[in-house]
């Protein structure tokens, strides 16, 4: 099919987050095209843990992973304090975990989205967006003859991740170029498949929290199958230094060979960055909206993305019609996309990166205490890993001090301070979120975000 001059949407991206979007503004009825720079084999192959929960698929009414691109299904998390001493392993009633094949997933997501009429292109690559007048009008590319076109588009979304050179290159006083190193993950990988040992706790992903090991980050160990694994470690990037070779070392000594007993065969390995911060400022502007990791929609506590891209595509698609159906896509019409995310997930992600910040200073002794004396449970550290809520009223306080000892709670004053100190910003930090100015009200905007800096303040200083 040959590009046409002008569509209603124009989605950048074919990841998770593009291709959902992609799907959905067709389904309602929009004239959709869908750009990747990729070869269209290559769609969904992406260096990645692979985890993601089975609630999305019900939420936005799609499909369970099935077939091949479904490696395994897992009943939970188990999380390892950093000596291994202690270990919580947490069930989610409502949904049970994924670990799926990425091309697979991929593949279909993108399938779907064409059988829902969205026009996909592969090997276009977007350089930046054609800006007039304060607007995005849709795109600049390198088709895959290698000529420039330009494209029109009433609403271009950005679903190119987390480099995305259009994020870079756009004129906005409301969305930013640039994500801080330090608000960023890079992480390590390999896929392995195991010929002399079992899988360790087959049921559940395992995610060891450890200072000393992973700084800033933790390692995983998910499995595939029964005799596979995808193992890798993350941490934060730092201005300055050559953190890939860094964490491939890492990964090297402290991944591999204590976990690894064995000969085993490595299916794939790769680095990839994350970034762990709360969401953009905004996600929109005039014909402009970004979804997944573009626009920092990414858990900051477990880097997990795919579950918030495909969320955030499904409802993009939704306000981008209301504005393509209204002749209308300036900032206002489109905000509505802002306030729905970040009065949502938005403010659940928000009180997570206020916890990130905290756990990347906590050092292993206070861990390993917290872990042990169970000062969280396994109940808690699941409502704070995936709702941002960490419930700890002042009785509720005092009981966990009496269940510790007073002796040992004077020694560990500082971290029970801390715990309570970041407890209350997380609390203020997701109210101020659900917040989060309405379309009609953006004038609010920057008394808004000064608020939320105060906080950010509060916790940086602090740590
Ligand atoms: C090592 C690692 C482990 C992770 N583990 C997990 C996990 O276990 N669970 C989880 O939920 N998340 C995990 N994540 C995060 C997750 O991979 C992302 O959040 C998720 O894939 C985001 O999808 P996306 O659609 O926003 O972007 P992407 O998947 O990055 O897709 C972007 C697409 O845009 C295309 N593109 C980029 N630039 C251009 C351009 N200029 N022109 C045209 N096309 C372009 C790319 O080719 C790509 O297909 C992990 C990430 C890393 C790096």
């Known amino acids: ?8 949407v124009i989605v950048i991206g074919a990841g998770t987050g593009g291709a959902i979007a992609a799907r959905f503004a067709s389904k309602f009825g929009m004239d959709t095209l869908l750009v990747d720079r990729k070869q269209r084999e290559q769609i969904g192959n992406k260096i990645c843990g692979d985890a993601l929960g089975s609630e999305i698929f019900d939420l936005i009414g799609i499909a369970h992973p099935r077939g091949k691109e479904l490696d395994y299904k897992l009943k939970g998390v188990r999380l390892l304090s950093p000596d291994c001493s202690k270990e919580f392993f947490m069930v989610d009633q409502n949904q049970a975990g994924y670990l799926v094949n990425r091309v697979e997933f991929g593949q279909r997501l993108l399938k779907e989205a064409i059988t829902e009429g969205a026009e996909f292109h592969d090997k276009i690559h977007v350089r930046e ?15 895959n003859d290698g000529n420039a076109r330009k494209i029109n588009a009433k609403v271009t979304i950005d679903a190119s991740g987390f480099y995305s050179q259009v994020r870079e290159t756009i004129e906005s006083t409301y969305i930013e170029n640039s994500i801080a190193p330090e608000d960023t993950i890079l992480c390590y990988r390999e896929i392995v498949r195991l010929k002399d040992e079992p899988v360790d706790a087959p049921d559940h992903i395992t995610i060891h929290l450890t200072q000393d090991l992973a700084p800033g980050g933790y390692i995983w160990y998910f499995p595939k199958g029964n005799n596979t694994v995808n193992i890798g470690t993350g941490g934060p990037r730092q201005k300055g230094m050559k953190m890939g070779k860094i964490i491939k070392e890492r990964y090297r000594r402290n991944v591999f060979d204590r976990l690894i007993r064995g000969e085993v065969e490595v299916l794939s390995s790769g680095a990839g960055i994350v970034p762990v911060r709360r969401p953009l400022w905004s996600l929109v502007d005039n014909g402009i909206m970004l979804v997944g990791d573009s626009g920092c929609q990414v858990n900051p506590l477990h880097g997990g993305g795919i579950e ?10 939704a306000v981008a019609r ?10 206002g019409k489109l905000w509505e996309y802002n306030h729905k995310y970040m009065v949502g997930q938005g403010s659940q992600f928000a009180a997570l990166d206020i916890l990130r910040i905290a756990l990347q200073h906590f050092d292993d002794e206070d861990l390993n205490f917290g872990l042990k004396k169970e000062i969280l449970s396994g109940e808690d550290i699941l409502k704070i890993a995936y709702a941002g809520e960490l419930e700890l009223g002042m009785m509720d306080a005092l009981s966990r001090i009496f269940k510790i000892g007073l002796l040992d709670s004077i020694r560990h004053a500082g971290l029970l301070i801390n715990l309570a100190y970041v407890h209350k910003l ?16 953006i004038d609010n905007f920057p008394t808004w975000k000064k608020r939320v800096n105060e906080i950010y303040l509060k916790i940086k200083s602090a740590f």
């Open 129 to 143: 967006t054609i800006q007039e007048n304060g607007y995005v009008k849709g795109i600049k590319c390198i088709d």
């Open 308 to 317: 918030a891209s495909m969320r955030a595509g499904f409802m993009a698609a």
């Open 1 to 8: 099919m040959m590009l046409k001059d002008t569509y209603d």
């Open 322 to 331: 209301k504005g393509v159906e209204a002749n209308d896509c300036s900032i």
């Open 426 to 441: 997380m609390t203020d930090i997701k109210k101020l979120y659900e917040l989060y100015p309405r379309a009609g009200k």
